[in-house]
C-alpha cells in the first residue's frame, strides 16, 4: 500500500529538499523520550593520513548485533580519513541500518596490542556525556521501532544512509533511563561472557591445528 504524506513548501527541509525519506513519518517516535543528542555526545572528530600509528581500526563488518566481532585489521598508516574512538563509545553504522553495526566498544577487543582505536567515517561515535556507561543504548539502537525508523530514513539508492540528526533526535524513553545502569552491566556482561567463548574457541582452533599437524595432542 502506497504511504503517502504532504508538506507545504514552508516545512521542507533547509534547501527545499524534495526526497520523499525525508518526510516519511514512519522515521519518527513518539514515547516522550529525551532526545539520543541529550544523552550522548555526537563525536565528530576525524583522524587524516599521516596521524601516528600503529591503528587499530573498526570497518563497518566489524559491528555487529552490539559488539565488535573478529579480530580487525592493524595497519601503520592511515589511507582515509577515520574517527578516533575509545573504550566505552557506543559506534552506529549509518550505512545500511537495515545491517544493524551497532557496537558497544569493550576492553576486550581482540588484536590492539597498544594500536589507537579507530573506526570507519561511515560510524556515528556516541560518547557518554556524564562519564556513566551507554552500554544500554545497544539493546536500544537495535530494537524494532528504532530499526524501523532508521531504515524509513535512509536517503540514496546505490549506498543508503541515515543522517545525524536522525540518530540525535531518536527519544530515549524514560523507562530506559530509570533502568540503564542495571541494562548498562546486562549488556556489559554478556559482551565479557562473549569474548570468553571467543577465546576458548580460538584455544580450542590452535590444538586442534597442533594435533592434526602431529605437533602434540589437543
Keep these: 500500500m ?54 587499530l581500526i573498526l570497518d563497518t563488518t566489524h559491528a555487529r548485533e552490539g559488539r565488535v566481532d573478529a579480530p580487525p585489521p592493524l595497519a601503520d598508516a592511515l589511507q582515509s580519513a577515520k574517527r578516533p574512538v575509545a573504550v566505552g563509545d557506543v559506534i552506529v553504522s549509518r550505512l545500511r541500518p537495515y545491517l544493524r553495526q551497532v557496537a558497544f566498544l569493550d576492553e576486550q577487543i581482540p588484536g590492539g596490542r597498544g594500536a589507537r582505536l579507530v573506526a570507519s567515517s561511515e560510524f556515528y561515535v556516541l560518547r ?60 556489559e556482561s554478556g559482551i565479557r561472557n562473549f569474548r570468553t567463548g571467543e577465546g576458548a574457541m580460538a584455544e580450542a582452533r590452535e590444538a586442534a591445528e597442533r594435533a592434526v599437524a602431529g605437533r602434540e595432542a589437543p
Excluded at 28 to 33: H, I, K
Aim: hydrophobic residues 45%; glycine residues 8%.
Design 128 to 187: 557518554p556525556r556524564d562519564g556513566a556507561s551507554l552500554a544500554f543504548l545497544v539493546p536500544f539502537l537495535l530494537s524494532t521501532p528504532v530499526q524501523r525508523a532508521l531504515a524509513a530514513a535512509q536517503e540514496g539508492g546505490h549506498h543508503p544512509r541515515f543522517r545525524e540528526e536522525v540518530l540525535a533526535a531518536l527519544p530515549v524513553p524514560p523507562a530506559l533511563l530509570e533502568g540503564r545502569a542495571r541494562l548498562s552491566a546486562l549488556v
Design 2 to 55: 502506497a504511504l503517502i504524506c504532504t508538506r507545504p513548501c514552508s516545512a521542507l527541509a533547509p534547501g527545499a529538499v524534495l526526497a520523499p525519506e525525508r518526510y516519511d513519518p514512519r522515521r519518527s517516535l513518539e514515547n516522550g523520550g529525551l532526545p539520543l543528542g541529550e544523552v550522548a555526545w555526537l563525536e565528530r572528530a576525524l583522524l587524516r593520513p599521516g596521524a601516528p600509528g600503529p591503528f
